[in-house]
C-alpha cells in the first residue's frame, strides 16, 4: 500500500473532504437489508470526522437514467447514521450552490450525503466539467469505494487528478485482504459466478476462464449460457443479444481447459416472489411461461461434489433469487459446504459483491469464509489482474 497516500498522509483538520464510498445497498421494503458496506467505510468516516475533517460522503445507488426517487440516497440515511451513532445531513443534490452552502454551514466533524451521483449523466462519462464541479466542494478527495473502483467514472476516478487524493482505510484493507488471499492462488482454483449483472460480468468471464480451473455459473448468468445451448428457458433472466458472447466464452474455456459446469436442474416458478407454487425440473423442461429461480439439487451435488476438489474459491454472484424463499436453496446449501470445508483449512473461500455478502449472511457463513469482500464485479477484474480505474488513478495522484 505504500503506492498510495493513505488517511496517515492526509491533513484533515477544517478541510472538506470528498469521500467517495459504495452505499448500493440491498434493501428490501424500503430498509437496508444488509448493512455490510455501510458496516464496512464507518472507520474512514469517523477517522476524517474525528480529525476535524467536515465528511462529504458521494455515492451512487442503482442503475438511475436521471434524477428518480426510486434510487435516491436519501433512504439508506436512516441506516447510515443508526451505523455511525452520528447525524448525517442529507444533500439533494451533488453539485451546486445548495451543497456550497450545506458544506460551508456544516461544521467541522460533522458529516454529510450527498444525493446520487448517477443522478448526473456526468458522473458514468466521467465529463470534466461534472468533475469540476464535484471537485469546488472539496479541499481533499478519498476514495473508499473499492467496490466501484472498476468504474472509470468522475466520482471514482476522474476526482483523483483534480483535487489531493488517499485511499481510504476499507480501500487499503480491500487491496491488503485480496492480496493476501489470493495473489498466489494454491491450485486448482474454481469460481463461482452467478447474480443478475448479466452484461456487466458476462465480458470478464472470457478472461477468469484463462486463470480457473472450473467456473461454476449459476443466476441470469447461467440461463444466458443454457439460451447460448439452445436449452429454452421460458421466461428466465436472460441477456438474449449476449448468447454470442457466452457462447465464445465456453469456447475459450475449453481452449484454456477450465470445464464450465452448469446448471443440470432447476426451481421454476410462474411468479417472482417468495413462497411460489414451484418445481423443480431438468433445465430443458421449463415451461414457456416459467422462470428458473434457482438450481436444483443434481446441479447443487455436483457443485458441492467439484468443491471437494479445489484448494482455492473465488464467488460472485448467488445462484438463485435467494432473498425469495425457496430460491435461495443452492446458494444456502453451497455456501455452508464452502464453509465446511474452509473451516476445516482445506479450502481458502473468497466472496464478494453486495448482494453476495447478503446472501452469505444470509447463510449464515460469512464469518466462517476466507474473507468476503464488498466488491463483486471489481473484485473479478481484479481477479482477472486488470488494472482498476478507481485504484490507479490513486496510484498516479
Ligand atoms: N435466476 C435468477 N432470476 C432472477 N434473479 C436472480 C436469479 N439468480 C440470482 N438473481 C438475483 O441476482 C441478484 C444478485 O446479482 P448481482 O447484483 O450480480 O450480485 P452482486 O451484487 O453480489 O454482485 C440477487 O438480487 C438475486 O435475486
Ligand atoms: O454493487 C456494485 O457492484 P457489484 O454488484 O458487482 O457488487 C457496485 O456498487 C457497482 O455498481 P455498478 O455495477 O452499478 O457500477
Given at each position: 500500500?505504500?503506492?498510495?497516500?493513505?488517511?496517515?498522509?492526509?491533513?484533515?483538520?477544517?478541510?472538506?473532504?470528498?469521500?467517495?464510498?459504495?452505499?448500493?445497498?440491498?434493501?428490501?421494503?424500503?430498509?437496508?437489508?444488509?448493512?455490510?458496506?455501510?458496516?464496512?467505510?464507518?472507520?474512514?468516516?469517523?477517522?476524517?470526522?474525528?480529525?476535524g475533517g467536515k465528511v462529504v460522503l458521494?455515492?451512487?445507488?442503482?442503475?438511475?437514467?436521471?434524477?428518480?426517487?426510486?434510487?435516491?440516497?436519501?433512504?439508506?440515511?436512516?441506516?447510515l447514521a443508526h451505523a455511525l451513532e452520528r447525524p448525517v445531513i442529507f444533500v439533494d443534490d451533488c453539485i451546486g450552490d445548495d451543497v456550497a452552502k450545506a458544506v460551508a454551514a456544516a461544521k467541522n466533524g460533522e458529516i454529510l450525503l450527498l444525493e446520487n451521483t448517477r443522478f448526473h449523466a456526468g458522473d458514468e462519462t466521467n465529463d470534466p466539467d461534472f468533475v469540476k464541479a464535484l471537485a469546488a466542494n472539496g479541499d481533499l478527495y478519498v476514495n473508499d469505494a473499492f467496490s466501484?473502483?472498476?468504474?472509470?467514472?468522475?466520482?471514482?476516478?476522474?476526482?483523483?487528478?483534480?483535487?489531493?487524493?488517499?485511499?481510504?482505510?476499507?480501500?487499503?484493507?480491500?487491496?491488503?485482504?485480496?492480496?493476501?488471499?489470493l495473489d498466489n492462488p494454491a491450485r486448482p482454483v474454481m469460481a463461482i459466478v452467478g447474480g443478475a449483472k448479466v452484461s456487466t460480468k458476462l465480458d470478464l468471464l472470457g478472461n477468469l476462464v484463462k486463470k480457473v480451473d472450473i467456473l461454476a455459473i449459476g443466476g441470469g448468468m447461467a440461463n444466458t449460457f443454457l439460451a447460448a445451448r439452445g436449452v429454452a428457458i421460458g421466461k428466465s433472466l436472460c441477456e438474449h443479444d449476449l448468447v454470442g458472447t457466452a457462447r465464445e466464452i465456453a469456447e475459450k474455456a475449453k481452449a484454456a481447459g477450465c470445464a464450465i459446469l452448469l446448471p443440470v436442474d432447476a426451481l421454476?416458478?410462474?411468479?417472482f416472489k417468495a413462497h411460489p407454487g414451484y418445481r423443480v425440473v431438468p433445465v430443458d423442461g421449463v415451461e414457456?411461461?416459467?422462470?428458473?429461480?434457482?438450481?436444483?439439487?443434481?446441479?447443487?451435488?455436483?457443485?458441492?461434489?467439484?468443491?471437494?476438489?479445489?484448494?482455492?474459491?473465488?464467488?460472485?454472484?448467488?445462484?438463485?433469487?435467494?432473498?425469495?424463499?425457496?430460491?435461495?436453496?443452492?446458494?444456502?446449501?453451497?455456501?455452508?459446504?464452502?464453509?465446511?470445508?474452509?473451516?476445516?483449512?482445506?479450502?481458502?473461500?473468497?466472496?464478494?459483491?453486495?448482494d453476495t455478502v447478503a446472501a452469505m449472511n444470509h447463510a449464515g457463513v460469512a464469518d466462517e469464509l476466507t474473507y468476503v469482500s464488498t466488491a463483486g464485479g471489481a473484485f473479478l477484474e481484479w481477479m482477472e489482474g486488470k488494472p482498476l480505474p478507481g485504484v490507479e488513478a490513486l496510484r498516479q495522484a
Open positions: 500500500m505504500s503506492a498510495f497516500r493513505t488517511l496517515d498522509d492526509a491533513d484533515l483538520a477544517g478541510k472538506r473532504v470528498l469521500v467517495r464510498v459504495d452505499l448500493n445497498v440491498p434493501m428490501e421494503d424500503g430498509k437496508v437489508s444488509d448493512t455490510t458496506r455501510i458496516d464496512r467505510i464507518l472507520p474512514t468516516i469517523r477517522e476524517i470526522a474525528d480529525k458521494l455515492a451512487h445507488f442503482g442503475r438511475p437514467k436521471g434524477r428518480d426517487e426510486k434510487n435516491s440516497l436519501r433512504q439508506v440515511v436512516p441506516a466501484a473502483a472498476h468504474r472509470a467514472h468522475a466520482s471514482t476516478e476522474g476526482l483523483a487528478h483534480v483535487l489531493p487524493a488517499y485511499a481510504g482505510r476499507t480501500m487499503q484493507a480491500e487491496l491488503e485482504a485480496l492480496a493476501a488471499g421454476v416458478a410462474r411468479e414457456p411461461d416459467e422462470m428458473i429461480l434457482d438450481a436444483g439439487p443434481l446441479s447443487i451435488a455436483e457443485v458441492v461434489l467439484r468443491l471437494e476438489t479445489v484448494k482455492t474459491l473465488v464467488w460472485n454472484g448467488p445462484f438463485g433469487a435467494f432473498e425469495l424463499p425457496p430460491f435461495d436453496t443452492a446458494t444456502v446449501a453451497v455456501a455452508k459446504a464452502v464453509a465446511k470445508r474452509v473451516q476445516a483449512g482445506e479450502l481458502v473461500a473468497v466472496a464478494g459483491g453486495g
